[in-house]
């Protein structure tokens, strides 16, 4: 026993050593490519007022497709959530979407906030910016802050962050303006039309779209593929970021999973004691991330194939999306027959959700995103191998399905002033739970804000 934890030791240290001495890979520069149909078409750069309006045919047609869906077979007896959604939930989904979800109100809802539309990059951009109300009696900064979020969600998770971010607080001399786009592909976005649109590329557009609004310098927030978009935004455009608030900080470095492994011999070498059990015994954990990353492996292969079943039944959307929304908000929700599905989220908000996806009919071009990320050329560029430069603010959600120990998030974001456990919530933290994510962005942007005071006047001496 001794000699084996001799042996790991040594080589630790040795891979920790050569780990130490690789050269630093250098930021690739990407093109800013054109990704719409109309190659060589200068973008009109307009910022056009955008507000949902969707014609009555496309939702008379949804409600034909949902009158006639067939018999779904019952889940088997005590299976929970456990073979995906329990078509026995489903079907009372369905029947409200069907008979009590209104999409003239919840399309008024979701225009409460302004919304636009610009081309970049040959595609329509879709966003929404929400500008703070100032208070008259005394002076407030305003921030921009871009927020992206990921799959299988959609701008609808911000609706309730919005407000949190944009009003002022009576104790802070700055407030939040928020820029939200859908990606491209998502919602109402422009898709590529070629291949090769993946999050660094994103991270393009979405840098041109903050200059085009004219800020050179601003924060960002992201979860899910908008936390991996924005990651690369800072490492592709370290000085235009303030700071990066993430609410799912993941490292997929080599040395990230060495460690990994080191740790399931000698675990408190990588991890504390509270956080072991999260993550070893590591077969456990592995063969779990196996089981619900099945579609992770479709989509980032065959994005079009299962694409085609799920853009002509709203049914099938609605069980492949809404299986995620169980899973990813707590992993044991999939033991419940509603999936704990309401525990967090109403039934007309979910199904906000899926019509975003249904009525632009965007599932398939979502998807495509996973195959992009997943390609080798992709691979290739090494973002995933880059630490991410810049002030960094990590929220840990207790039941976000991956888990990785601090030491190792905080070698692929050095430079991290907050780290934060928050003491419940999942995979949709600003959907799930928008004051915890909110109170986290306030007080990383407050630590990040004291920096730079402090930077400026050693600058100015
Ligand atoms: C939607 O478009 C129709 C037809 O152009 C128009 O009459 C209606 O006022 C619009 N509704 C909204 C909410 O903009
Ligand atoms: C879009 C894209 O970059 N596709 C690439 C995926 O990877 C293969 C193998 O490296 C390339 O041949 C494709 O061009």
Known sequence: MLKLAALILLVTIGISFYLKNQ??????????????????????????????????????????????????????????????????????????????????????????YPQFKTKIQGLDIHFYHVKPTLPKDRNVRVLPLLLVHGWPGSVVEFQKIFPLLTTPRPDQDYVF???????????????????????????????????????DKFYTQGGDWGSVITATLSQQFPNKVSGAHFNMCFSNTASATIWSIIGAYLPSLVATKEEIPRIYPLSHHWLRLVEETGY????????????????????????????????????????????????????????????????????????????????????????????????????????????????IIRSKYPNTIQYSVLPRGGHFAAFEEPQLLADDVWSFVNLREKQLKVEKTKESQ
């Open 23 to 112: 050269p630093a890979p250098t930021v690739p520069k990407l093109p800013e490519q054109n990704w719409g149909p109309k190659t060589a078409v200068k973008d009109n750069e307009g910022i056009r007022p955008f507000k949902i309006n969707v014609s009555k045919s496309v939702i008379d047609e949804l409600n034909q497709r949902l009158d006639r869906t067939r018999e779904l077979q019952p889940p088997l007896e005590g299976a929970g959530w456990t073979y995906g959604i329990s078509t026995t939930f489903l079907n009372s989904v369905l029947k409200h979407w069907r008979t009590k979800y209104d999409w003239s109100k919840r399309q008024e809802l979701l225009n409460k």
């Open 177 to 215: 303006e928020v820029i939200a786009p859908s990606l491209p592909g998502y919602g109402f976005s422009d898709a590529a039309v070629r291949p090769g649109l993946g999050p660094a590329q994103m991270a393009v557009i979405f840098k041109n779209l903050m200059l085009r609004l004219g800020y």
């Open 296 to 407: 992770m492996h479709i989509q980032a292969t065959k994005p079009d194939t299962v694409g085609t079943a799920v853009t002509d039944s709203p049914a099938g959307l609605a069980a492949y999306i809404l299986e995620k929304f169980s899973t990813w908000t707590n992993p044991e929700y999939r033991f419940r027959d509603d999936g704990g599905l309401f525990e967090k989220f109403t039934i007309d908000e979910l199904l906000d959700n899926l019509m975003v996806y249904w009525v632009t009919n965007s599932i398939t071009t979502s998807f495509r995103l996973y195959a992009e990320t997943f390609n080798k050329s992709y691979k290739a560029l090494g973002f995933d191998e880059l630490p991410v430069p810049v002030s960094t603010g990590c929220a840990i959600f207790p039941h976000e399905l991956a888990f990785q120990p601090e030491s």
